[in-house]
């Protein structure tokens, strides 16, 4: 019998740990000491622009892999079947080109440590720059605690071990290797972890499979209980789950978040090329396509095993979250070391999302807040690095508290993508005003973002208010082995339907969480184009042409010319050197042409623009 809070430890199992948690350390420590203390917020934040593509690859899927992927996903498939991953594993395929296609072709070549830099540049605005960081802040830190309580789920049933412990062990850990070694650190502690979630999961997998029956049994019992309906076409936005609400919010969401979400674009922008940044994003996408099946295969072949003895039903666990905890105790806690080996795979899982949000977190609050304060702006490149540090353990101690406070709020699987819609919603929308719009300015912009936040916080704040229970697939105990023990069975009527009707106006709180990143986008697309077209009615002085902010596309399509620029900006008069901002032949500007410029006086676009600025 599976006893959950008690210790299944071995010594293996603490060696197993221990190694993996000192070798996320070590290679913190070892870029410290490589760098000798020396590094700029430059090298610590961006590695000094010279990372190599694969490698970032692998950390951009495990920064967004957390123990979420790995305990809460396969609970979501347990539960509700496999239509999400299945419509996941399709938009990935068309998301992740679409994201670099339309978003990386113009952000990379502003080599951006802050991706809302280019908000800052597009809408001549540093408002509109802060409010964004300040709504990636506020997700990225919830975020990160949700992904920091995630494990403690499975500690306290393996080891018994209370859940604050684990929260700050991991978070501590985590904020260490972040602080000293920057994002060279983060990137190949990833790609050491990346390993480690791929060898847990696959033995996870094997064993379930093998439980199961085999591959063929697992499936065919996962399609007998309702678990593989790949489609459904109902058009219904208050349905948890159907195919268009999928398509629509997931579709939106992974397109805005590896094309814009500052984790990537601070990874992608730390490649020397943007051959090299291309080569990144389609080694994310079979990496996530690799992570997507086997997420699948996880939960059907956990299913597969108690598909006619559910635990839940029998009062061995309480909510599906401890399912797969429960799985590995019960299966594979037989075997020295396989324990250990599962901790370190949820370890591996949370470390690369808190070390990536951390890096995150640092470089938009210095890049985007700090760096502007006169005191800062004069400290050396090494006290700014220093400072980068500082920052990143604080926001580690942040994540801790916010832990906290996730386990109060229902499926760690819902509450993921309700933060990452809430806001991100709103960042995604300020992005495509940017890019595609042309009209929108920094009014339109400002409140537009505001609006698609404010919407889509209504949205969560009321659903979690109203505490709205959704249908879940039924499950069964008609064929559990003998000498099971019935005693705790819980009523079956407790696992049928749960679905309230509601009236409205209350109803327009019950829509599916998977539409909010599609909502927050779409209300901060709509307000930002009407207020735009409002104030430019009443501009005595119309903005100067977006041009170079503006996507390939967007140019040809609207004809947009760029604005000619009347004089030269003298950057050293006294040696007589000029920096021209258009087109430089025989010694006199012309119309803009930013590239040809750049390479005539040998000046980076970031310098060009910050230059403009002033």
Not at 299 to 308: E, R
Not at 542 to 552: E, G, I, K, R
Request: aromatic fraction near 12%; charged fraction near 15%; include cysteine.
């Amino acid at each position: 019998m599976v006893t959950l809070g008690k210790s299944y430890f071995g010594v293996i199992d603490y060696v197993a740990v221990g190694l993996t948690l000192l070798i996320s350390l070590g290679i913190g420590v070892y870029h410290a000491v490589r760098g000798r203390g020396k590094e700029t917020s430059e090298d610590l934040l961006m590695g000094g622009r010279k990372m190599k593509a694969i490698p970032i690859a692998a950390s951009m899927l495990v920064t967004y892999f957390s123990a979420i992927a790995i305990i809460g996903y396969p609970a979501e498939i347990y539960s509700n079947g496999i239509q999400i991953f299945w419509i996941h594993l399709l938009l990935t395929v068309f998301c992740i080109p679409l994201a670099a296609f339309l978003f990386m072709t113009v952000l990379y070549k502003l080599k951006l440590t802050s991706a809302y830099e280019y908000l800052e540049y597009r809408f001549d605005s540093v408002v509109v720059r802060c409010l964004a960081s300040i709504i990636f802040t506020l997700q990225m830190t919830i975020m990160t605690g949700v992904a920091l309580f995630a494990p403690s789920i499975a500690l306290e049933a393996f080891l018994g071990l209370p859940k604050w412990i684990s929260i700050v062990g991991i978070g501590i850990c985590g904020t260490i290797y972040t602080s000293i070694g920057g994002l060279k650190a983060v990137v190949w502690t990833d790609v050491f972890q990346f390993f480690l979630i791929i060898i847990g999961m696959v033995t996870i997998v094997t064993r379930g499979f093998l439980t199961a029956g085999g591959i063929e049994q697992a499936f065919t019992r996962a399609y007998d209980h309702g678990r593989l309906e790949l489609f459904n076409w109902n058009v219904d936005p208050f349905e948890r789950y159907n195919t268009l609400n999928f398509i629509l919010g997931y579709g939106i969401a992974i397109v805005c978040f590896y094309g814009t979400h500052q984790p990537n674009v601070q990874r992608y922008s730390s490649l020397p090329t943007f051959k090299d940044a291309l080569k990144a994003m389609a080694w994310n996408a079979v990496f996530k396509e690799l992570m997507n099946i086997l997420i699948i295969c996880t939960g059907v072949s956990i299913f597969a095993t108690y598909a006619t003895c559910d635990p839940i039903l029998l009062g061995d666990i309480q909510h599906a979250d401890q399912i797969v905890p429960y799985f590995f105790i019960k299966e594979l806690s037989w075997i020295p070391g396989m324990m250990g080996l599962f901790t370190s795979c949820i370890f591996s899982a949370v470390l690369s999302t808190l070390s990536s949000a951390l890096n995150s977190l640092a470089a938009v609050t210095w890049e985007d807040f700090l760096s502007k304060i006169p005191y800062f702006e004069t400290m050396s490149t090494v006290a700014k690095g220093r400072v980068t540090c500082l920052l990143a353990v604080l926001y580690g101690f942040a994540t801790m508290g916010l832990a906290f406070v996730a386990g109060q709020l229902g499926s760690i699987f819902k509450v993921t993508i309700t933060v990452i819609g809430a806001f991100g919603g709103a960042l995604g929308g300020a992005f495509i005003m940017g890019i595609f719009i042309p009209c929108v300015e920094k009014v339109g912009a400002s409140v537009g973002m505001l609006a698609g936040l404010l919407s889509t916080a209504l949205l969560t704040y009321q659903s979690l208010a109203l505490k709205i229970p959704y249908d879940i697939l039924p499950g069964s105990i008609e064929n559990c082995p003998s000498g099971t023990n019935f005693t705790m069975v819980i009523n079956m009527a407790n696992n049928t339907s749960n679905v309230t009707e509601y009236d409205w106006p209350e109803k327009i709180y019950t829509v599916s969480y998977i539409l909010y990143p599609f909502i927050g986008s779409s209300v901060a697309v709509t307000v930002g184009i009407l207020v735009s077209l409002v104030t430019n009615c009443f501009m005595k002085k119309q903005p100067d042409s977006c041009y170079q902010y503006l996507h390939p596309v967007v140019k040809t399509i609207f004809c947009i010319a760029p604005a000619p620029i009347k004089s030269e900006i003298s950057i050293n008069p006294a040696k007589g050197t000029h920096l021209c901002m258009g087109t430089y032949e025989g010694g006199k500007c012309s119309d803009i042409d930013g590239n040809a410029n750049m390479k005539k006086n040998r000046i980076s676009q970031r310098t060009l623009l910050e230059i403009k600025k002033v």
